[in-house]
């Protein structure tokens, strides 16, 4: 049965330079797949310091990553590459996998479900009227193996991906693509290396499909980077408590009615439909605190892309990163930050998981979310350094809190106010 290994420990712990130790350590008796969010971090870091492993390249694979990634497979190389490129993975690299005896470390969770947003419910009736397709429990079976739509289309894309086995139904009316979990069967051992894993879809999803999990920690002892049993005293909150200055003022009430939330304050919801007073004070207030902080190289903020245009300001606006951001160093001289957001599972999704059992913990994917993005700044250096925040949904400020103080991580609506 298929079982991954989740390295939950804090940022900063070490997690990637276990990896690259531990690559380094066993590159003539195993062969890697590494998994790394982004192009940058490869080439300036994990490249520079584990350099037998090889991306793929597109001129190499006559314009296609995927064609030579598929060549270093039939070679036996270990392998370097991106999320992008390991959601491609198709049914020949799942041959070329088997028994091949390869090792994964997937920095960071994937992207593994996708709601298939040009696929309506009158859509999924057609297809079942045109008996193209049909749904056995959850999922949708192919039925026409001689259909020809046009390539790339969404018929086209729904006939692949049900003939692969990654197509469910949720409540009769939308489509999901879910990431195929049998890849995972294929490697000798899977590794991940994240923080607060219980939180993240990957976490939902892997229950869905039985995935076992084992976790553990990053502990330096002596110059080495060592996994040792899962222990979130290893942290050290404490320390980054007295690191952290969470901003309270008037500036987290004066942007709502009267001083009083009405529904989830700063979701997308609320955003939505959010007046443009509301917006207009936000920025306000973003153009304040930073100017009463430092320098723009200082700053660091982000909110909902939606909204990102009506809260740019003078002294911050170069400054945005989305709240999606992780494992990069490229912003770790930032200490002022500013995470203009409440955020939520997107509702189909918590949906989709529910419906199959598994339960979802809203407030801990949020604090996960947030702390990731957090440590962008300079509180991720080796020593770590001070950093002012501003975070105006009182939700997510009180899971912070509740971060720090290593109290249970929950939002009670009920107990609100300011």
């Known amino acids: 049965m298929t079982k ?15 990896a690259k130790e531990y690559m380094n350590l066993h590159q003539d008796s195993m062969k890697f797949i590494y998994v790394s969010p982004y192009l940058d971090e490869i080439q300036n870091n994990i490249l520079k310091a584990c350099p037998f492993l090889i991306e793929p390249d597109s001129k190499l694979g006559k314009g296609s990553k995927l064609k030579h990634f598929k060549e270093l497979l ?5 392998i370097i590459t991106t999320h992008a490129l390991f ?32 696929i309506t419910k009158d859509d999924i009736q057609a297809l079942k009227d045109a008996k193209l397709i049909e749904v056995e429990g959850r999922k949708v079976k192919w039925l026409d193996n001689g259909y020809k739509g046009v390539y790339g289309s969404s018929y086209v894309n729904v006939k692949y991906h049900s003939q692969q086995g990654n197509i469910y139904i949720h409540n ?19 590794y991940i290396l994240t923080y607060l894993f219980d939180g ?7 229950e869905l499909f039985n995935v076992k999990t084992n976790y553990k920690s990053v502990e330096k002892i002596d110059d080495c980077y060592i996994l040792v049993p899962h222990n979130p005293k290893l942290e050290d909150r404490k320390r980054y408590k007295e690191l952290i ?13 009267q001083g009083k939330v009405k529904g989830h304050e700063l979701s997308s919801t609320w955003i939505k439909n959010s007046s443009n007073e509301m917006l207009e004070r936000l920025q306000l207030n973003l153009t304040s605190f930073f100017k009463s902080k430092g320098k723009s190289k200082d700053n660091l903020w982000t909110t909902k892309l939606s909204i990102q245009s009506k809260l740019r300001g003078k002294g911050y606006t170069k400054g945005f990163i989305p709240w999606t951001t992780r494992a990069t160093n490229d912003h770790q001289e930032t200490y002022n930050l500013a995470f203009v957001y409440n955020l939520y599972m997107n509702p189909f999704e918590k949906a989709f998981f529910e419906e199959a059992g598994v339960k979802v913990d809203e407030d801990l994917l949020a604090v996960s979310n947030l702390l990731q993005w957090i ?9 770590p ?10 939700r997510m400020r009180t899971l912070l809190k509740q971060w720090l103080d290593n109290k249970e991580i929950r939002f009670h609506y009920k107990n609100r106010g300011y």
């Open 245 to 257: 200055s969470i901003y309270e003022g008037a500036f987290n009430s004066n942007y709502v009615y």
């Open 4 to 18: 991954v290994t989740v390295i939950d420990s804090i940022m900063g712990s070490g997690k990637t330079t276990w």
């Open 172 to 190: 009769n009316m939308m489509l999901f693509w879910t990431y195929p979990v049998k890849i995972f069967d294929l490697f000798e051992n899977s």
């Open 375 to 383: 440590w962008r700044s300079r509180i991720r250096k080796l020593e």
């Open 87 to 118: 959601r491609m993975l198709d049914e020949e690299v799942m041959d070329l996998l088997q028994n091949a005896g390869y090792t994964l470390i997937m920095d960071e969770v994937a992207n593994v479900i996708e709601k298939l947003d040009e």
């Open 74 to 78: 039939v070679n036996g190389s270990s």
């Open 200 to 206: 993240q879809i990957q976490k939902y999803y892997y």
């Open 385 to 394: 350094e001070s950093i002012n925040v501003y975070i105006p949904s009182l």
